[in-house]
T-cell receptor, first 116, second 113 residues
C-alpha cells in the first residue's frame, strides 16, 4: 500500500474557526490532491499540487487554501470553517511519470470533519 | 472539461452472478484514461482497473473487466462471480490532459447471499 497518512482522522469544530488538515506521503510522488466527498456528489477536487510550492485550484476551491513546502506534506486549510464544509476529506497522490500511459492515484484513509 | 455519469444509484446482484455497472463519460481531450475505484463501508478508496483511450483491448484485472465502447463513450465495469465482499460503492473516473481525476457520483452495489 502507498504510504499516505492523514491527520487528524476525525475533527469536530465550530463555525468560524480555522482548521488545517495534513496529508503526509512517504512515496516521493510528485502530485498530491485534496478531495471532498459528500453524499450524492462523489469525490470532488478541491486543490492539487504538482510540485513543492506549485498548486492549482480544483472544482470546489472556494473557502480552502493549500500549501506544500515539502514533497511529502500537503496541507489543506479552511480559514473560517462553515457548516457547508462538513465532509469527508481525502488526500491522494500520484507519481505523474513522464511518458506513463496513466497515473493511478493512491488515496489516504480520509478525514471526517464536522463543522457545528 | 470532463464529465462522468453513473446512472445507477444502487444495484443488487446475487452471489456468484455477474453484474455490470454503467459509466458514460464526456471529454474533449483526444487522449484520456478511465478508472474504476471501489469504496467499501470502511471508507478507503481502492483502485480496481484502468482503460486508456487508445488501448486496443478491453482491460481486465482478475474478476473485473471493463467494457469500453469508445464511440458510445461508455466504460462499464463488469464484475464476474460476485462475492459478498464486493458490496461497496463503485466510482468511475476520467483523467484527461491534466493529472486531475473527475469522478462520477457512484453506484452502490449490494451482493445478496
Amino acid at each position: 500500500d502507498a504510504g499516505i497518512t492523514q491527520s487528524p482522522r476525525h475533527k469536530v469544530t465550530e463555525t468560524g474557526t480555522p482548521v488545517t488538515l495534513r496529508c503526509h506521503q512517504t512515496e516521493n510522488h510528485r502530485y498530491m490532491y485534496w478531495y471532498r466527498q459528500d453524499p450524492g456528489h462523489g469525490l470532488r477536487l478541491i486543490h492539487y499540487s504538482y510540485g513543492v510550492k506549485d498548486t492549482d485550484k480544483g472544482e470546489v476551491s472556494d473557502g480552502y487554501s493549500v500549501s506544500r513546502s515539502k514533497t511529502e506534506d500537503f496541507l489543506l486549510t479552511l480559514e473560517s470553517a462553515t457548516s457547508s464544509q462538513t465532509s469527508v476529506y481525502f488526500c491522494a497522490i500520484s507519481d505523474g511519470l513522464a511518458g506513463s500511459s496513466y497515473n493511478e492515484q493512491f488515496f489516504g484513509p480520509g478525514t471526517r470533519l464536522t463543522v457545528l | 472539461a470532463q464529465k462522468i455519469t453513473q446512472t445507477q444509484p444502487g444495484m443488487f446482484v446475487q452471489e456468484k452472478e455477474a453484474v455490470t455497472l454503467d459509466c458514460t463519460y464526456d471529454t474533449s481531450d483526444p487522449s484520456y484514461g478511465l478508472f474504476w475505484y471501489k469504496q467499501p463501508s470502511s471508507g478507503e478508496m481502492i483502485f480496481l482497473i484502468y482503460q486508456g483511450s487508445y488501448d486496443q483491448q478491453n482491460a481486465t484485472e482478475g474478476r473485473y473487466s471493463l467494457n469500453f465502447q469508445k464511440a458510445r463513450k461508455s466504460a462499464n465495469l463488469v464484475i464476474s462471480a460476485s462475492q459478498l465482499g464486493d458490496s461497496a460503492m463503485y466510482f468511475c473516473a476520467i483523467q484527461g490532459g491534466s493529472e486531475k481525476l473527475v469522478f462520477g457520483k457512484g453506484t452502490k452495489l449490494t451482493v445478496n447471499p
